[in-house]
């Protein structure tokens, strides 16, 4: 049995395979609708989520299988002072597979270690959220054709936002990427992800503080939101919510073939006359993280063997 806790749970090969399969998935969802019939998801939302639960939901439902769980902490048994141990000993009763996001980092792998079935980390704290990230690679790979060779700008807060910490261990693994990271002075990357990450991976990276400055080079933009809640105070959140906001003056320097991503939910960062810019991708993300979210639970649940359907 397998669980999708960090990004790296998944090798360069697999990562492709799932990728392909999402293809295949995005090209004639239909033909998928009854992969997993009478299989049943549990989502364990303990943090407020819109696309990542509503989108395991719909993936479950598009495959044929049927969903249950909760949307708040408070009001699951957590709010009585039930452990994850004993709530995911409980939940793998009643399903055959759980997508689980929590405030605490670690949660999900701790759940994972009591789990009977297989465990998705869907965001845990300011750490990893590994299905944000193959939903990243698989616009990615659908706007430019590859993973590799490509210079990419993750701009905003890089210190708390999980979606940055899983997708650069991700993409390290490809060759020639190349990192510019902008944020501000508080927000920057953890020492870790240089340390850890993209040190030993010899990755080419540059700390930045500028979004214009760094506009022309980039094929990627990967906006991201202040995490207002992961702040100690109000005042340094208030003082840091509108460092950057791309506006099409700023877009009039960038590449003509640029990506924009962003995992969602924009606050400010972006502004909404960048939503008819055939270079903005963050709603077509949002879609193909349907995609990639039927491929994984498929792939979890081994159902991508022979005699199941697949491409
Ligand atoms: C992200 C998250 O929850 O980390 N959202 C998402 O899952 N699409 C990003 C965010 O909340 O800013």
């Known amino acids: 049995m397998r669980h999708l806790i960090d990004p ?55 495959l044929g299988g049927s969903v249950l769980g909760f949307a708040t902490a408070d009001s699951s048994s957590a709010a009585k002072g039930e452990s994850v141990a004993d709530t995911i000993r409980t939940v793998s009763c009643y399903a055959d597979i759980c997508a689980m996001r929590h405030p605490k980092e670690g949660a999900p792998l701790q759940a994972a270690r009591y789990s009977r079935i297989p465990l998705i980390n869907a965001g845990d704290g300011g750490h990893q959220h590994p299905t944000q990230t193959l939903t990243d690679l698989c616009t990615i790979r659908r706007r430019k054709g590859r993973l590799g060779d490509l210079t990419i ?55 930045e503080t500028s979004l214009e400055k760094a506009m022309p080079e980039l094929d990627i933009l990967y906006m991201t939101r202040v995490q207002r809640e992961r702040f100690f105070n109000e005042e340094d959140y208030v003082r840091l919510k509108d460092t950057y906001i791309l506006t ?30 055939p270079r903005a991708a963050y709603f077509e993300q949002v879609q193909n993280g349907v995609w990639v979210r039927m491929a994984l639970i498929m792939t979890l649940l081994g159902l991508t063997g022979k005699g199941e359907r697949t491409c």
């Open 8 to 62: 790296l749970d998944f090798t360069v090969e697999e990562t492709g395979a799932l990728l392909d399969l999402s293809e295949c998935i995005a090209q004639n969802p239909e033909s998928y609708s009854e992969t997993c019939t009478h299989k049943k998801l549990a989502t364990l939302f303990y943090e407020p989520s819109t696309r990542t639960r509503l989108s395991f939901e719909s993936a479950m439902l598009r």
């Open 153 to 207: 700008g993750l701009c905003g807060d890089l210190k708390f936002g999980r979606t940055v910490h899983s997708l650069v261990k991700s993409l390290v693994r490809y060759p020639d990427v190349r990192f510019v990271l902008i944020s501000p002075e508080e927000l920057r990357v953890p020492d870790y992800i240089i340390g850890e990450v993209l040190r030993p991976a010899r990755a080419a990276f540059r700390e």
């Open 248 to 277: 099409s003056d700023k877009m009039k320097n960038a590449r003509p073939d640029l990506a924009v991503l962003h995992p969602l939910p924009r606050v400010n960062e972006i502004a909404l006359e960048i939503d008819d810019d």
